[in-house]
């Protein structure tokens, strides 16, 4: 993989690499629904609708989030994780458009950012960011020219891991919805990811910590409240 690095590094090719596997994230995000869309009786066009609704909308607020925690200097940022927890919102407005059931949506939904996160994460390594301690035995950072720990794909796999535990919920129950598993989704994202942030050699606020580990860990502490809100809920609703 060092020696691919390099090869890329040399040829002046990383932002691309960079941008294809953001792009890829997209693409893999619009396949998996195609497949995945049958299982919540939505037509395929209806499912690349709102799909690629919540995601631009996604991105966009992404973005406007960086730039709102930059002091308003800097434009852009895929920094993901400060966003997981407001699909379900941005999703809302849209299901009642397209007149399909919130907690439908929501489990839906679910595995999308992390499809898009375990994607696009591995093009971190060939531009160099969200890069690891100095590591002798780690991944080659073509910004920092030594090696670092390789928390990139290790984030990256995680959040396919989190994917493939997501799907296997949903095949369980049936796909009935219940809205649990966007929930479950950010306890698994923000708790790891919490974790994550301290093997990442960037800026600290404090004890150690870093601004999108507080994101993380927000992301872990909301999801916890939905998941309990939710399942009461549910269970008020089956009893009456």
Known sequence: MNS??????????????????????????????LINCK??????????????????V??????????AFSGFKNWGG???????????????PVCKIMKIDWKMCCDFLSPCVCVVHGIAHFGC??????????????????????????????????AILIVLYIS????????????LSYPIMLMLFGYSRFFYEFLRDNPKIILGISELAFHALVAGIVGTHMYFQMYKDNKLRKAN
């Open 125 to 158: 390594m060939f531009e160099g960011c969200c890069h690891g301690y100095p590591w002798e035995y780690g991944l080659y950072n073509p910004r920092l020219h030594y090696n670092t720990f390789p928390i990139q794909p290790i984030e990256a796999i995680t």
């Open 4 to 33: 691919l690095i390099r090869i890329i590094t040399e040829a002046g090719l990383n932002k691309f690499f960079y941008d294809l596997f953001f792009a890829l994230g997209f693409v893999g995000v619009m396949i998996y629904n």
């Open 39 to 56: 299982h919540y009786n939505l037509s395929k066009i209806k499912a690349m609708i709102l799909s690629f609704i919540v995601y631009t």
């Open 168 to 179: 296997n919920r949903e095949k369980k129950k049936n796909y009935e919805p219940d809205g």
């Open 58 to 67: 996604t991105v966009i607020w992404m973005f406007i989030l960086y730039w």
């Open 78 to 92: 895929n920094n993901i994780v400060r966003i997981f927890i407001w699909v379900p919102l941005i999703a809302y």
